[in-house]
């Protein structure tokens, strides 16, 4: 048997404005009328990344940029010379603004089509999947893109503003079945505009490992999303501020479990604090199970303490495996 690898993406677009707005897939058409996206053969020297991007060229004359996190995959058998193939392709997800394309030789038209008509006309099950799989993201990522956009304007609606102004947005997939929820964003995270980039950063990755996981596929952000300066612990007050923001995230992503590190974190979720004497406890709420545990600065400042968030991690693994 012989194997071949393959890439391409769903592209969209996002059609209207507000509560009438609806997304838009491409979809080309191929000499015997049935539906197909850009993709093509992973050449030589080439990874999947770049070969979606160059068959999207070519097929469309589109220049991609992908949506950080989707990941989709396909694998079908076809025969070959009297030769059985396997053929993998990896999906990636992409956002355009224009509606303009420019198909190839390869193709005799094409369509901007709603995902529910584009179920109905396309004939493959595996295929039907993965634009509902597409279209349940990219309407994810819409719906962050406007929760972070409100939240990065916080600052400037709040009179007497005494954190950052520099917003520190989450990071990960946003069908992560795990959300990370730290304290605040530090000086690193503050002027990198990442979470957890610093020494915290690296010690919460090792721990990421002893969940069995990998952090490409946690989501990861704090209780409060700006720096307070001299790292200060944030007030009452700014934890509440961002209180519905953090709330609003957990319900885009939907995780299955949400770990909540230190007691601002289990603070500003379940509304106690105390963290050392409920490490490792299980609370669930609103269909979400929250593992609280201590926050990675903790453990940098007090060594000893790491074999609490250790365990509470490899818990989580445990978890995670009996799904």
């Known amino acids: 048997m012989t194997f071949e690898y393959s890439s391409g993406a769903f592209v969209y677009r996002k059609d209207g404005d507000g509560e009438n707005a609806k997304l838009l897939f491409l979809f080309l058409i191929k000499p015997n009328n049935d539906l197909d996206v850009p993709k093509g053969h992973v050449e030589e020297g080439e990874n999947a990344e770049t070969a979606a991007r160059r068959e999207i060229m070519e097929e469309s004359g589109i220049e991609a940029e992908f949506i950080p996190g989707f990941m989709a995959y396909t694998a079908y058998y076809f025969y070959r010379d009297g030769k059985k193939v396997l053929k993998k392709v990896r999906y990636f997800l992409s956002k355009v603004s224009s509606s303009d394309v420019k198909i190839s030789y390869e193709h005799k038209g094409y369509e901007w089509l709603e995902p529910a008509a584009a179920i109905r006309k396309l004939h493959y099950r595996n295929m039907k999947e993965l634009v509902a799989k597409a279209n349940e993201y990219a309407e994810k990522h819409e719906l962050m893109l406007k929760l972070n956009e409100e939240y990065a304007n916080l600052p400037g609606k709040v009179e007497k503003w005494r954190l950052s102004k520099s917003f520190v ?75 519905d923001f953090v709330s609003g995230q957990i319900e885009i992503i939907k995780p299955e479990y949400v770990v909540l590190m230190g007691n601002t974190a289990t603070g500003s979720v379940l509304g106690f604090r105390g963290v050392e004497t409920r490490h490792g406890e299980i609370i669930e709420r609103d269909a979400v199970k929250y593992l609280i545990t201590l926050h990675p600065a903790a453990v940098l400042r007090f060594k000893k303490k790491g074999k609490m968030m250790e365990d509470d991690f490899r818990l989580l693994g445990r978890l995670l495996k009996k799904k």
């Open 169 to 243: 947005p989450g990071e990960g997939p946003l069908d992560a079945k795990v959300f990370l929820l730290g304290q605040a964003p530090g000086l690193n995270e503050d002027r990198l505009g990442r979470p957890f980039v610093g020494r915290s950063g690296k010690l919460l990755d090792t721990m990421i490992l002893k969940a069995g996981l990998k952090r490409s596929k946690v989501y990861i952000a704090s209780a409060v999303q700006y720096y307070p300066p001299r790292n200060r612990e944030p007030t009452r007050e700014e934890i509440a501020l961002c209180r």
